[in-house]
């Protein structure tokens, strides 16, 4: 079988990953497995499904690949099928923030000390979630697409995350520590973006005036960094 190719947000969340053991949450067609095993990224690799059309397509896609002996599917709900200490990393991919929030919070002891997500809304939910549980953030992306998708890497660590280190917390949550300090077109863009958007509906005492705040501080980081 050809090897399978991943749209750029796939690509992003594959160039994050190198371990011994991965599992893919909510795997589907299993082309990130696929790919992880053929470019040595993992040794092995666990690809969790719940829903039974994804589950058979997973099944598929790993038979058509010959590689049965290096990827297991497993069905499931999130890290139920997942041993304690079993990964040395997971990836959620596709799914929206609070949906891949509620997979996490349900892990447990299961959760591996090192995750790659990949929500199809805004990442905030998953951010606050690193911060209360001692994850840091160790690299982060937004891959232009129908939306902007955040890519983040975490990982479990002591003591206060330094990517939000001088940073404005808000901005920082919303944005992106480190999306705000490497800059670039796309992440200009959807700040830029919220403010067009915000600025027809805020007004003082609203939510959307705190959102509009919140933008306009993480514009002034990207143009003139952190004060
Ligand atoms: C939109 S697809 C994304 C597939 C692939 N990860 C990607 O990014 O292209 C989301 C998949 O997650 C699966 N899923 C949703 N909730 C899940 C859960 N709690 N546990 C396991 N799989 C789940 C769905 O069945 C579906 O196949």
New binding site residues.
Partial sequence: MPTPTL?A??EA?LEMIRTDVHA??????A??PVRLIREGRAERCVA????P???E?ARRSVARSRLEAQIEVRE???F?PILPGELGSA?????GAY?IR??LERAGERLPPALVL?P?DSALLIRLWARATGYHVRAERLIAGYWSYPVLRLERAEGADLAYEGMPLDAALKYGPLLLRLGGGVICHQIEADIARLQKVAAPGRESWHELETARTALDVLDHGIK
């Fill in positions: 749209d947000r796939l969340v893919d949450i909510g795997s589907d067609h082309r990130l969790v499904e719940l829903n059309g994804p589950l397509q499931g709900d999130g139920g990836s959620l991919c596709g799914m949906t509620g997979i990949q199809n």
